[in-house]
């Protein structure tokens, strides 16, 4: 409960039996009218004093129509009633329970907002205050910003990490939760990346700094987060466009309300209090704070509880944008699969399994392409008394070297039916590695990308949430696409494509869609910022870290879980909803009882209800766009 709630909960609690007090001693004793004034004054002022400052400053700065200003009007012209003719005596009660109820909506409302602030305030809690940089034998503590690329800071146990770098030294679990959402730690040891904004949680790390304090996953992400609310959705510029156009039109149509049908009738000075009053319980009713309030506050609380999950929208226009997605396409690796390529299967022809496997590591010892590297890392062991010579690239087919006096070819089935070598056929989809030893046939290798354990899971909740169609753009070959595509039961697929070829067919997907409907585009935002960029909406995959996933994409998912798709699809359209109840909720009320206030049948009360008693209903209705838990 922050200062302003409590003082305002103080001022209410004395106004309330200050106001009980006032009318004990109306009804006990005879006042004359200016005495019985004083005696309301008491608690009106208590309480509504801050509403009348704040409206007389917006009033000096040219914003005449605003919500305390009409509360301001409305209280001050039940004050002003009861000096009149005709009046019943118990306008000024009336004026200090308007004022009562409003500053009660005004807590409410200050609660809300700080619920969903404290949600965005956890995720900025992750900027470090401090980092230990090893200086000339010496560990001091600096400003983050001090510190430069190639510097070595200490991180202990218990400590954040200040700046992205890569361990020189010490293993560590960290904690990514305040990045990512998930609670299962993260192993780092000597050579891993670790990223700013994470808690080391149990080893004495060293780490040499690779990206200065301004460039770092922290400052990215709370910079992000910062500006998201400055990004409006449709619905909060309509209702602002809507409160400047409609506010004014209320005022002057209370002055014609109050003024007009009197004259009309000719009985002026016998029904003006009556008319008068009808006004006032009319510009009560139809101030608009409720879902001018309340709507902006759904959408603040939608991305509050989205962060609060590892998902980082960049604002409210993104997350009613999200709400409509009925088609998505995805990158396929990094984003449906791992991207890390391994060996899956090994099959020799005339040598062992463990020799084949051998030969080939070694032949691409010096590559450092993605299956080179898978290779290497199957065998494991490169300090063997090997010898390898003679390395010679072949360009677009593989790998010819001398090992241990044999010529070894490694490559594709280009790379043997140009040696006029006939492999044996593999019925298995992935990328093969086909293997000759002297120019003889030596078994081949199976490589693959490994499809990420929740993927298939994710395709089948899209679909249950209203996605129609589903879509996997990839560069891999017509086999390995065709199979990730059924594994997974998506319902298109395009294989073979270059960068350039995805913008293209995206944008054929874009031009089928019908109106009202969005197209997402899912990627891991390291080579997809072009396509990112052209959809409806983008999504970042797995992400921490990548510059260029947060700067190209609308929506940045920190982990490596596609079933995060669906989460924040799923708050995008439980937010986008609960702004509607509120608008409905809102206009109907007020519209109701605008019409009950014209024939006068409305009271002051059902006015305060209507204002108030809907504000607060629909503050507390957003703030449900916090909770995720269930989601």
């Known amino acids: 409960m922050n200062k302003e709630v409590k003082e305002g909960i103080i001022k209410v609690s004395i106004s309330a039996v200050l106001l009980a007090v006032a009318y004990i001693l109306d009804k006990s004793f005879e006042f004359r009218i200016w005495q019985l004034l004083l005696i309301y004054l008491v608690p009106y002022l208590i309480v509504g004093f801050e509403t009348i400052k704040e409206a007389f400053e917006e009033l000096f700065e040219g914003n005449v129509f605003n919500e305390d200003f009409l509360m301001v009007i409305a209280t001050a012209g039940a004050l002003a009633i009861g000096f009149l003719p005709g009046s019943e005596g118990h306008e000024f009660t009336e004026a200090v329970f308007v004022m009562l109820f409003f500053q009660i909506g005004e807590i409410f409302e200050e609660i809300a907002e700080g619920r969903s602030e404290k949600a965005i305030t956890e995720l900025m809690n992750i900027r470090p205050d401090a980092a230990n940089l090893e200086k000339d034998g010496q560990i001091i503590s600096v400003n983050p910003e001090e510190i430069n690329i190639g510097d070595i800071i200490v991180i202990r146990p218990g400590e954040k990490v200040a700046l992205d770098a890569v361990v020189i030294e010490g293993s560590s679990s960290l904690d990514t939760v305040a990045l990512t959402g998930e609670s299962v730690p993260r192993e780092v040891t000597a050579g891993d990346d670790i990223l700013s904004g994470c808690v080391n949680m149990s080893g004495l790390l060293r780490a040499k700094v690779t990206k200065p304090f301004s460039e770092s996953t922290v400052s990215k992400i709370i910079n992000l987060v910062e500006n998201a609310s400055e990004k409006k959705s449709k619905s909060e510029t309509y209702i602002a466009k809507f409160a400047k156009v409609y506010t004014p039109i209320v005022v002057i149509s209370a002055i014609l309300l109050a003024f007009l049908p009197p004259i009309i009738s000719g009985s002026f000075k016998t029904e003006f209090v009556s008319w008068f009053s009808r006004a006032l319980t009319f510009l009560v009713v139809s101030c608009p704070c409720a879902f001018v309030i309340s709507i902006p506050l759904s959408f603040f609380g939608g991305i509050g509880g989205a962060s609060k999950n590892g998902i980082l929208i960049k604002g409210s226009n993104y997350l009613e944008t999200l709400s409509h997605t009925d088609r998505i396409v995805f990158d396929k690796t990094g984003t449906l699969t791992k991207g890390v390529f391994q060996v899956s299967l090994i099959h020799a022809d005339d040598i062992d399994e463990r020799e084949l496997l051998h030969i080939a590591a070694h032949v691409e010892r010096h590559s450092s392409h993605p299956i080179a590297s898978s290779l290497k890392e199957a065998y494991g062991d490169e300090n063997d008394s090997c010898s390898v010579t003679d390395i010679e690239e072949i360009a677009g087919k593989g790998v010819k070297a001398n090992v241990n006096g044999k010529i070894v070819y490694v490559g594709n089935m280009k790379l043997m039916e140009a ?78 494509l270059l960068p350039g070829d995805k913008v293209s067919c995206l944008q054929d997907y874009l031009n089928e869609k019908t109106n009202g409907n969005t197209l997402a585009f899912v990627g891991d935002g390291i080579n997809d910022a072009p396509v990112l960029a052209s959809a409806d909406i983008g999504i970042a995959m797995g992400a921490m870290g990548s510059d260029a996933a947060i700067e190209a994409a609308d929506v940045v998912i920190m982990d490596d879980k596609p079933s995060k798709i669906v989460t924040a699809i799923r708050i995008a359209k439980r937010t986008v909803s609960i702004a509607h109840q509120n608008t409905i909720l809102s206009i109907s009320v007020k519209v109701a009882v605008l019409i009950l206030a014209l024939f006068g049948i409305a009271s002051m009360w059902m006015a305060v209800f209507a204002d108030v008693g809907v504000l607060v209903l629909a503050v507390l209705n957003a703030t449900r766009a916090l909770n995720t838990k269930k989601i």
């Open 419 to 496: 040696l006029n070598i006939r492999p044996k056929h593999c019925e298995h989809n992935e990328t093969v590695i086909h293997v000759a030893v002297d120019g003889r046939y030596a078994g081949h290798i199976v490589i693959a990308d490994k499809v990420k354990d929740d993927s298939k899971e994710t395709i089948l909740k899209l679909k249950e949430i209203g996605v129609k169609k589903t879509v996997m753009l990839t560069g891999d070959k017509e086999e390995t696409a065709k199979a990730v595509a059924n594994e997974l039961g998506l319902d298109e697929y395009k294989a073979g």
